[in-house]
């Protein structure tokens, strides 16, 4: 070890260089790859909503003959593995940190739970008397726009552009696919949806590469 380690900054501005890359190397260690934020999702919604098309397209066609149950078995697998992922990677970097930050996203993930719990148990009360195509458009655009809205508030919460931004971009386009009709909207959220979650990923990603 170097003693002129154990010597003080020889100037003001020495030190606070000192302490502005000491603290960028801590938000460093502190913020996951936010490739394990992203893509996981993004993959389970190209997949899984991309099975949807291809096995319930619009005006009752069939693209690709497949069980019924199994685009919305590997949509959900995939949607767990997605939030698995993210709640190791949350784990690991975030498991130190504590006061407001750690209570906003404790407060964060219960909105998550909740809100998907509740509107889930609504729709599973209301979809069993509509069509099949409708139910299904149903269920699909009511849990995209809960992501959407839930994405903006999240943005909001940490003033986080990236975030916020995705949120409106999912807001428009599920409203696109809605207005679309059945089998349409499951090719947009598949095509722009998880698509553009992966590009918002890959951004993020090289933002933080790029950061002093």
Sequence with gaps: MNADDDLPPPDAATALQLIQEQRASAARRLEPDARLQYWPWGV??????????????????VLLRLPDWLPLTVLFVLLAAAAAVQAVAGARAYGQVSGDSARRGRWY??????????VYAVLGRVSGHLPHDLAGLLWSATAVGLT?????????????????RLGVWIS?????????????????????GGGGILVAGALARARQRHQP
Excluded: E, K, Q, Y
């Design 148 to 164: 959407g809205a839930l994405h903006m508030a999240g943005g909001a919460i940490w003033l986080d552009r990236d975030l916020f």
């Design 109 to 118: 993930g219960c909105a998550w739970a909740l809100g998907s719990v509740t």
């Design 44 to 61: 389970a919604w190209l997949v899984g909503f991309g099975l949807f098309f291809l096995r319930f397209s619009p005006d009752g066609r």
């Design 172 to 192: 428009v386009i599920n409203l696109a696919g809605t207005f679309a009709g059945p089998g349409w909207h499951a090719l947009v959220i598949a095509i722009a």
